[in-house]
């Protein structure tokens, strides 16, 4: 422990050199209120307009900062660090060009409430508004997409605003914050003096819930023949999964986890349903349309859960606690809404909730069902299937890998059938259902989490949107072990164009991709390729021992579909259960 | 589908205005009116929005405004007495001949001629939109040329609440 406590020590003289009052650009204040913020990694892009923030970096051995080869590849990765510590994820670009490529990326990390503070660079402030070369309005392109934002006008603002920033992007509602410094702004000095103090007055997120509402939730439980728990994103993002397992634990309610949810409660206990929704489990979606009591916590009722929202839980009294007030009632009609801080509101239920007494029977149903319908796929011997390839990595890391994924039929398999046990360990994005997100975002969880293993699934679309960021895996040996499903198309288009365009199949195959296994060879990046059982086990075993960063490519059919399903526009019990059944 | 008049009080900062009314460009809710001046405390706005909704709306509308971390506070003003004014300015085509009727209109309404032309008066009219609304319907004949209204600015009574 002595390399600990050095380290440790190291820190603080580190924080109190820091914390030195001193005359310093406004390149320098960014640099040290970030690492004063606790930042210790930095994802970005340099160019013109944030020369002077990389020039501060030049030489500088205490900021740590990842050269990505795009900008989306850096705010995916910044997202992906986010979603897998807990911590803000920060990435830099420049103006005009640099600034629009991180868009699709705030978009994401807003829909999906996760904490980034974005950093662009813009012209010279006296240039703003005449069309000056890489001149463009990031923070009016992102007002729809942030938490909030700042153009930053005077170097005198800039601690505090780095610092009002950290503050507003990692609490209440989490979300991306962009701060936009003009070229002049990060060129000014100014003295710099660190900023630990924060008020905002028009912002003062509701933490904790109020008592009568959670005296309702108690009684409703007590009067309830048959409760479900509906659990999302919020509870990881709260840090919340020991008080839900002790809340499900006290009131024996059975619980279904939605996408971001999964990992917020552990997969292997009898009372989790799986996920619900539209590729969910037969069990969730049949007790959501059953339930007399429908408990939300934090989760958004997002249409790719509800289904058709006129028929969603329609013989249920609906709970919801969540931090954003202005969720409760938007999309589902609530009966006891609980604004507050997730943790903090099931820290304060479980001194007060008793088991739900009358609920065996549904209990007893729910897990007849369970053993009835459990997800469920057509093996082959001759052929891999992708259902198989994700039951693979999930044995092979005992369930205890990070896994991120890119967004199609590959990332709904790995919903499926892949048993998390532990939260902040699925990154994937729900939201905005970004393709080119799965990739980059392995790169940020692997740094946020050196010792863990992280495996990032893609499709053989998504993995083309990105894949330039296996640069960085090779030269900075960031050990993420890349899965590729190839089926050779886009399968999740596929699937829709099967089930709902009746066979016309446009635009989605994928012929002219490159072999994978060279991409990543070129890159430096060791590549394996699979197409049976056997070489599968044995490519996917080597991946998995070699030290370095790995791409293995999985050959599957090209037309499997992923199920259940249920249609856009149905009822959540209406799904299709597929070629299964 | 209910009127609704809010005051929305907000920082005094640059790109506050496309804030607001970017949000309800964005979750398709409707502006009929929107003023924007200074307010009783320094460094805060006063906006008036009215806007048209059932209650839902409104109330997903106020949710939303508060989210905005330069939105300080959002009064529902219709939901309580209160006191709404709009000004007008109408040009209207006003040969001499035509004065003395449309004098007896401006009278009437107690408006007032801010303006006359060789051609055209431009008559200004303070009152609530009803108000302006019929003021504008008895100049349509005269010819209105040009029309400018403020909408609706309001605050509640002393003794509601």
Known sequence: ??????????????????????????????????????????????????????????????????????????????????????????????????????????????????????????????????????????TGITMPITKHSYLVRNVEDLSSTIHEAFHIANTGRKGPVLIDIPKDIS???????????????????????????????????????????????????????????????????????????????????????????????YTANMSIQNADLLINIGARFDDRVTGKLSGFAPKAKIVHIDIDPAEIGKNVPTDIPIVGDVKTVLGLANKIVKRADKADAWRADIQKSKAAHPFRYIDSEDELKPQWVVELIHETTSGDAIVTTDVGQHQMWAAQYYKFNKPRSWVTSGGLG???????????????????????????????????????????NIPVKVVIINNQVLGMVRQWQELIHENRFSHIDLAGSPDFVKLAEAYGVKGFRASNKEDAKAVWEEALNHPGPAVVEFVVRRDENVYPMVAQGSTIDQMIMGDSE | MKKHTIA???????????????????????????????????????????????????????????????????????????????????????????????????????????????????????????????????????????????????LNRGNSK
């Not at chain 1, 307009?49 to 970096?57: E, F, N, P």
Request: proline share 4%; with cysteine; glycine share 10%.
């Open chain 1, 187 to 281: 060129a000014a000095k100014t003295l710099f003096k660190p900023v630990t103090e924060v008020s905002i007055r028009g912002y003062n997120p509701t933490v904790t819930p109020n008592k009568l509402q959670l005296d309702k939730l108690v009684k409703a439980i007590e009067e309830s023949t048959r409760p479900l728990i509906l659990a999302g994103g919020g509870v990881v993002y709260s840090g919340a999964h020991e008080e839900l397992l002790e809340f499900v634990t006290k009131t024996d309610i059975p619980i279904t986890t939605t996408l971001l949810g999964l990992g917020g409660y552990p997969s292997g206990n009898d009372l989790w349903l799986g996920m619900p929704g539209m590729h969910g489990t």
């Open chain 1, 1 to 138: 422990m002595v390399t600990q406590d050095a380290q440790l020590k190291s820190k603080e003289e580190l924080m109190e050199r820091l914390s030195m009052p001193e005359v310093i650009s406004g390149s320098e204040i960014l640099l040290r209120s970030l690492l004063l913020e606790g930042v210790d990694c930095v994802f970005g892009y340099p160019g013109g307009a944030v020369l002077y923030i990389y020039d501060a970096m030049h030489g500088n051995p205490d900021f740590n900062h990842v050269l990505t080869r795009h900008e989306q590849g850096a705010i995916h990765a910044a997202d992906g660090y986010a979603r897998a510590s807990g911590k803000v994820g920060v990435c830099i670009a420049t103006s005009g060009p640099g600034a629009t490529n991180l868009v699709t990326g705030i978009a994401t990390a807003y829909m999906d409430s996760v904490p980034l503070v974005v950093i662009t660079g813009n012209v010279i402030s006296s240039l703003i508004g005449s069309d000056a070369f890489q001149e463009a309005d990031i």
């Open chain 1, 434 to 476: 970004t393709m080119g997100f799965g990739f980059p975002s392995a790169i940020g969880a692997q740094m946020a989490n050196p010792d863990r293993t992280v495996v990032s699934i893609n499709g053989d679309g998504g993995m083309q949107m990105c894949a330039q960021e296996l640069a960085i895996c090779a030269i900075n």
């Open chain 2, 8 to 154: 929305v009080i907000v920082n005094d900062q640059p790109g506050v205005l496309q804030r607001v009314s970017g949000l309800f460009g964005r979750r398709g809710f409707n502006i009929e009116s929107i003023t924007v001046g200074t307010s009783e405390e320094a460094g805060l706005s006063r906006m008036v929005i009215v806007t048209t909704g059932d209650d839902h709306t409104l109330e997903q509308t106020t949710k939303q405004l508060y989210k905005l971390i330069d939105v300080i506070k959002v009064i529902d003003l219709s939901a309580n007495p209160m006191v709404a004014r709009e000004l007008a300015l109408i040009k209207v085509a006003a040969e001499p001949s035509a004065r003395p009727e449309i004098l007896g209109v401006v009278d009437t309404f107690r408006a007032a001629v801010v303006d006359i032309g060789t051609h055209t008066l431009i008559v200004q009219v303070v009152g609530d939109t009803e108000k302006i609304d019929a003021m504008v319907e008895l100049l349509k004949p005269y010819g209105i040329r040009e029309l400018s209204r403020t909408g609706v600015t309001a």
